[in-house]
Antibody, heavy 122, light 107 residues
Framework: QVQLQESGPGLVKPSETLSLTCTVS?????????WGWIRQPPGKGLEWIGS???????YYNPSLKSRVTMSVDTSKNQFSLKLNSVTAADTAVYYC???????????????WGQGTLVTVSS | DIQMTQSPSTLSASVGDRVTITCRAG??????LAWYQQKPGNAPKLLIY???SLGNGVPSRFSGDGSGTEFTLTISSLQPDDFATYYC?????????FGQGTKVEIK
């Protein structure tokens, strides 16, 4: 059973960079699957941020592409998200997820982390 | 960007009811559509992918249908555990746009 856990600062200042890490257990990132980030502002709907295929291909939401960087650390079985130049509009619960064995896609969440709230405020 | 519109926004139903939620895409997405269930404080759970394929461990009372721009999620007999918010998601493009959600409430 694949398990994911987000970690990172819960508070980020405006204009700074939001950095989150997702630690994966029960599966080796380098074995396959796509690994992604999704966010949900408090009381609102879901937004797909982007996905990565174990350090190779990345797939970013065009609306966030200019501010997003994703990477994989196979030695730690982790993948990471960086979102720069944040504003209050980036305040949300951030989830990491993986496609698992769902075929033909990089942007579906079959297994999810529990989510972590990141607040952008000075 | 592909817009995804769900209806209704809220649905009141009773245990045992047959419930259908509709999701419309702003342009054709073939069958690249997923459905999720989310309960308060929890991450979404994948129910359906590729419009009609059941996710791992998902009860058979859930079913999906549609192609192109119009899709449905049906719960054949609503159970107490099914009261939640449901989201559709297109994955025809890398924006992976979600619908705004449909909250299924107890009548």
């Amino acid at each position: 059973q694949v398990q994911l856990q987000e970690s990172g600062p819960g508070l980020v200042k405006p204009s700074e960079t939001l950095s989150l890490t997702c630690t994966v257990s029960g599966y080796s990132i380098s074995s396959g699957y796509h690994w992604g980030w999704i966010r949900q502002p408090p009381g609102k709907g879901l937004e797909w941020i982007g996905s990565i295929y174990y350090g190779r291909s990345t797939y970013y939401n065009p609306s966030l592409k200019s501010r997003v960087t994703m990477s994989v650390d196979t030695s730690k079985n982790q993948f990471s998200l960086k979102l720069n130049s944040v504003t209050a509009a980036d305040t949300a619960v951030y989830y990491c997820a993986t496609t698992g064995s769902v075929p033909d896609t990089a942007i579906i969440g079959d297994y999810w982390g529990q989510g972590t709230l990141v607040t952008v405020s000075s | 960007d592909i817009q995804m519109t769900q209806s209704p926004s809220t649905l009141s139903a009773s245990v045992g009811d047959r419930v259908t939620i509709t999701c419309r895409a702003g342009q054709s997405i073939n069958r690249w559509l997923a459905w999720y269930q989310q309960k308060p404080g929890n991450a979404p759970k994948l129910l359906i992918y590729k419009a009609s394929s059941l996710g791992n461990g998902v009860p058979s009372r859930f079913s999906g249908d549609g192609s192109g721009t119009e899709f449905t999620l049906t719960i054949s007999s609503l159970q107490p555990d099914d009261f939640a918010t449901y989201y559709c998601q297109q994955y025809n493009t890398y924006s992976g746009t979600f619908g705004q959600g449909t909250k299924v409430e107890i009548k």
